[in-house]
């Protein structure tokens, strides 16, 4: 009796499913039947068959005939009487619940990128794919999106339409809130002054990159020890677990600026009670810079000198007075605990020569110096000892003016000098080089006369006039007005030429003569005159007047100079 009571269940079994219905939309089983290469073919029941695109599954490898998988009616009346289903569609819909959840709630999902279309990626999110625009890969352009391919990458789910089947997702929104997040943690769980631990991941050139947990800290690496250090790994080792203080926050970087040096401070609060200011203190140059000089004098405890505490003497480079690897003596200026740095002078501990710079080199008094550099308006003097003095161009010669100081003088020229003017504040000495010899003026106006005519050659041409060499260091000029040639003074006259010329007047102010060649024109048609003047005028030679302003700045040699003074 049991036994047909089942058959008779099995019978209305097989009879339901000979009459079942299949509708638009449903989900059903489907055991596949063939694959072909376009298509696969599966057995729905009930004496239907179906058809889905073979594109539609990501692991088509691993299929075989007789497997279930669940589809999506698409048209259950399709050609050749072929159901038409969707693999995609129903991986849409079994995994509608998951993607609602994430959409709704803005949660962040792992998806894998399984190709590149055009405008973007593919990815597969639930086991079903969504479209990843170029624009939303990340925050900044993308050059090869194809290296995305094959890498799970984070996503937001940032629109969804179900009917549709459509997913659009972007790993930038992702990014974003990361970026968000992290700035929000590091303004409000870090302090400036606080005491934080962790693991240093990267230790480098630049610094230690530190494994704060939800954030990195960075160690600079002049934050990692009061000395110099010139590499880190001297310090810091990777995976050594590390305390260090907050200095900064770095939100551009996402990460909180450490520093073990400030963790130092248990030695600096001594160092105020044993480094008081006037103390002297011996200690090694450590690095020179273009400012100064950092001294360690002991262990972690760095000084700095600045370039105008190094030498009485004024300077443009500190190397000019030390090298890295000197041991000097300087003097504690000042000591910041909170900053941890300590001033040194290192010239305070030599006598500051200023202060007997007048019993030195008192006014009026000859000195010996070296040319050491320029400006556009004269010289710097070596006078030693630290000692500097000032030649002005106006006071090289009395008969010469100099456009600039290089004119006359070189680099390393020695000079015998005059002292003018001390101004002990400003801390410059004025000296002067025409100042050895009295002013040749007086009696050059005496001998030049404006009666006075001569012969010279010709040093310069420009439109306003010619220069001339009155004699051996004393120049004249003969304005173009006053010239017989006067409509093209640049083809008309050329260097080296010599011009017959009458005294108008001496200039002293000016150090020049200033002279006519048409008054010596006119002078000549006078016959009385051109009696006298037959032949024409002579060069003129002022001898003695002028040997020893050339002599005045022309090089001399201490050895020259010993020999004189012998």
């Known amino acids: ?132 625009p170029g624009s939303q890969i990340d925050i900044k352009p993308v050059r090869n999106i194809a290296s995305f391919v094959g890498k799970e990458i984070p996503v937001k789910l940032v629109k969804v339409n179900k009917e549709r089947k459509n997913i659009v997702v972007s790993r930038k929104a992702h990014i974003e809130e990361e970026i968000e997040k992290k700035k929000k943690i590091i303004e409000e769980k870090f302090k400036e002054g606080q005491v934080v631990e962790g693991e240093a991941k990267i230790v480098s050139n630049t610094g230690v990159t ?39 926050k770095d939100f551009e970087r996402l990460r909180v600026i450490l520093s073990l040096k400030d ?119 070596d006078l030693g000892d630290g000692i500097e003095g000032y030649l002005h161009t106006s006071d090289i010669s009395w008969t010469r003016k100099f456009a600039r100081p290089e004119d006359a003088l070189r680099i390393g020229q020695k000079l015998r000098l005059k002292v003018m003017n001390i101004d002990k504040r400003a801390r410059l000495i004025s000296l002067s080089l025409k100042h050895l010899r009295p002013d040749p003026w007086k009696e050059i106006m005496k001998r030049l006369t404006p009666d006075t005519t001569l012969k010279a050659p010709i040093l310069k041409v420009t439109e306003k006039g010619i220069t001339v060499e009155v004699d051996k260091g004393l120049e004249g000029f003969v304005p173009a007005s006053h010239l017989t040639r006067r409509s093209n003074v640049l083809e008309n006259y050329k260097v080296g030429d010599e011009v017959n010329l009458k005294v ?22 006078k016959k009385e005159i051109a009696k006298y003047t037959e032949g024409g005028p002579a060069r003129i030679n002022l001898g003695e007047l002028l040997k020893a302003e050339l002599e005045k700045i022309s090089n001399i040699e201490e050895e020259e100079e010993e020999k004189e003074e012998k």
């Open 1 to 132: 009796m049991e036994t047909k009571e089942a058959g008779m269940q099995e019978l209305e079994k097989l009879l339901a499913q000979s009459f079942k219905t299949i509708k638009e939309g449903d989900l059903i089983k489907g055991k596949v039947l063939k694959i072909g290469d376009r298509e696969i073919y599966f057995d729905l029941g009930a004496k239907a068959e179906g058809v889905c695109p073979k594109e539609e599954f990501k692991d088509i490898e691993e299929l075989q005939i007789g497997d279930e998988i669940v589809l999506y009616v698409e048209d259950p009346d399709g050609p050749d009487g072929f159901v038409v289903l969707s693999k995609h569609k129903a991986d849409f819909e079994l995994a509608w619940d998951k993607i609602s959840d994430a959409y709704e709630n803005n949660k962040t999902v792992i998806g894998k990128v399984l190709r590149r279309v055009k405008g973007g990626l593919v990815v597969d999110t639930f086991g079903v794919d969504a479209f990843l």
């Open 210 to 248: 530190v494994n704060l947990g939800e954030v990195e800290g960075f160690i600079p690496i002049s934050e990692l020890s009061t000395r110099r250090v010139r590499n880190a790994r001297e310090i810091v080792k990777v995976g050594e677990r590390i305390r260090a203080k907050v200095i900064d």
């Open 263 to 381: 963790l130092i401070p248990e030695k600096w609060k001594e160092i105020e009670k044993k480094y008081p200011i006037g103390t002297r203190v011996k200690g090694v140059v450590n690095k020179i810079l273009p400012y100064g000089v950092l001294i360690e004098i002991e262990k972690d405890v760095i000084g700095f000198c600045h370039i105008s505490e190094l030498t009485w003497k004024k300077i443009r480079d500190p190397k000019e007075v030390v090298r890295e690897g000197d041991v000097v003596e300087a003097l504690i200026l000042d000591v910041d605990k909170e900053k941890n740095r300590i001033a040194l002078g290192v010239k305070q501990t030599q006598p500051d020569p200023w202060t007997y710079v007048e019993n030195k080199f008192p006014r009026g008094s000859i000195v010996k110096g070296k040319v050491v550099g320029f400006d556009n308006f004269g010289a710097i003097i």
């Open 504 to 525: 108008l007047r001496v200039e002293p102010q000016r150090k020049r003569i200033l002279l006519s060649e048409r008054e010596y024109e006119r002078i000549m048609q």
